[in-house]
């Protein structure tokens, strides 16, 4: 190794798994409390240090979440370990069986009043500990630091189909699209002890951790808990896995009632990874040709390992992004919008509905009442803003952005990175809105662009130009990379 330079890493874990009790979030028409743990909840942190710059990246089984609550969490866990908030990669699994996280977008703690409000001091005494978790678990990893070498590579898991079906009528729902794109690439990062030994893994997938449907009540990480278990077990390594451009992706089972559905999707995903870091030596080496014989001529072929190979440098960058609103419904619309669901509720309760399909409505009646009131006001916001980040080590890139990407974005990124492996993150520096591409947003039938943007707090859809905004950004941060 390079004595003017030499690459540290390190890993942590801790348990965030919230008493059970608490209602989860993920599911708009699952109300009751949660019954067990399947699985305990986690957040990994591994920091990456060369000298000059040193970086994070949390993976954390949790939903998301909103920016204000995640821009704080970074500049609290990067100042814990002395660097800035665009050193913070804040990574979140999207699990749709963990705990409530949001706190101002659209299922977030609510005050409503009545049947519906959730144990404001519990899930508000969840999130107090969590934040002193996270700052605490990126400083263990931070101590724990230790000189290492790293490698990439990428693998296969044919388990992603999109998800955005659409019917004869024009409508698009939540299934089947075999035809259309998706991103099956497993994407690694091997970071080994000088020995050769693995010290951590880090992957990514671009699907949905929705295997696990509404009739699921036990808290649980969903399938990309499986793919860590499998890596870990196969490897030897603390895994992070990371979710990537999964807005318009599913497993090929979704929403289902059965958990060895949720084990199988997670297996295929983590025998690939752990495939890719198998194939990964981090030493440095040649490999040379020797002569010999035994009862047959050989040509034996070993390799020799290099003492003094230059560390990799790491490069990071970060800017904000605006994306403006498709067009913003006006008072008027509004005004019905709020009938309509004033009129569904009574509906629902006259006819016994069950508490879940109410409460469903309940979320587009607030959404409508609040930006009514916030539309007469003339406070409504013409865009949304948020931060994009990108760590660069060597010949593998990672970068992230916030929300729910559809998973054209994250093809396009990669396909324009120079880097040899680049792991595209959606869900990483929050939980803001999906990202649809121009066809989905014009349709506008689309889950994406209609009870989503109640459920994510936004006042429209973004507009149509989103994808285009977005990649352009990415360009510039890629270029800022090196890559």
């Keep these: 190794m390079n004595h003017e330079r030499v690459l540290t890493a390190g890993v942590a874990r801790v348990d965030i798994t919230p008493p059970i009790g608490q209602r989860m979030q993920g599911i708009v028409r699952r109300i009751e409390p949660s019954v067990g743990i399947e699985s305990p909840l986690l957040a990994t942190a591994l920091v990456i240090d060369d000298g000059p710059t040193k ?111 659409h019917l004869e009528s024009g409508k698009t729902v939540l299934g089947r699209n075999p035809t259309g794109p998706t991103d099956h690439r497993v994407e690694v990062l091997r970071i080994d002890r000088l020995d050769g030994r693995p010290l951590a893994v880090l992957t990514g997938y671009a699907a949905h951790p929705v295997v696990m449907g509404w ?152 959404w409508a009442q609040n930006e009514l009131e916030n539309a007469i006001a003339g406070t409504r916001k013409d865009s949304v803003d948020f931060d994009i980040v990108g760590f660069c080590l060597g010949d593998f890139a990672i970068v992230g952005m916030p929300g729910e990407p559809f998973v054209e974005i994250g093809l396009t990124v990669k396909q324009r990175s120079k880097a040899r492996h680049t792991l595209f993150c959606g869900y990483s520096t929050g939980l803001l809105a999906y990202w649809p591409d121009a066809a989905t947003v014009e349709n506008g039938t689309a889950m994406s662009v209609t009870s989503a943007i109640a459920t994510h707090g936004l006042s429209a859809p973004p507009c149509v130009n989103n994808h285009k905004i977005i990649c352009e950004a990415f360009d510039t941060l890629l270029t800022e990379l090196g890559i």
């Design 55 to 165: 970086a994070v990246i949390l993976d954390c089984d949790l939903l998301g979440f909103d920016i204000p609550h995640s821009d704080d969490l970074r500049r609290k866990i990067g100042a814990g370990i002395g660097v800035g908030p665009g050193h913070v990669l804040l990574g979140t699994t999207h699990t749709h069986t963990g705990p409530i996280t949001f706190i101002t977008t659209g299922l977030g703690i609510t005050s409503w009043g009545g049947e519906f409000d959730d144990n404001l001091a519990a899930v508000k005494a969840y999130l107090v500990n969590l934040e002193e978790q996270l700052v605490g678990v990126v400083q263990a990893a931070d101590r724990d630091r230790i000189a290492v070498r790293v490698g990439s590579g990428s693998s296969l898991a044919n388990v992603a189909i999109n998800r955005e079906e």
């Design 215 to 366: 009739n699921a009540m036990e808290l649980s990480p969903d399938y990309p808990g499986v793919v860590r278990k499998t890596v870990e077990q196969l490897i030897g390594a603390k895994c992070l896995f990371m979710t990537g451009a999964a807005g318009n992706q599913a497993t090929l089972e979704f929403l289902q009632d059965d958990w060895t559905e949720m084990t199988r999707m997670g297996m295929q995903i983590g025998c690939a990874a752990a495939q890719a870091a198998a194939s990964i030596d981090t030493r440095p080496h040649h490999v040379s040709r020797e002569l010999d014989a035994s009862l047959s001529n050989l040509a034996v072929y070993r390799k020799v390992f290099l003492e003094h190979e230059l560390s990799p440098s790491l490069t990071v960058a970060s800017r904000r992004v605006v994306v403006p609103y498709d067009r913003l419904p006006t008072i008027e619309e509004l005004q019905t919008k709020l009938k309509n669901a004033e009129s569904q509720i009574q509906e629902l309760r006259s006819t016994g509905a069950p508490s879940g399909r109410v409460y469903a409505a309940s979320v587009a009646q607030h």
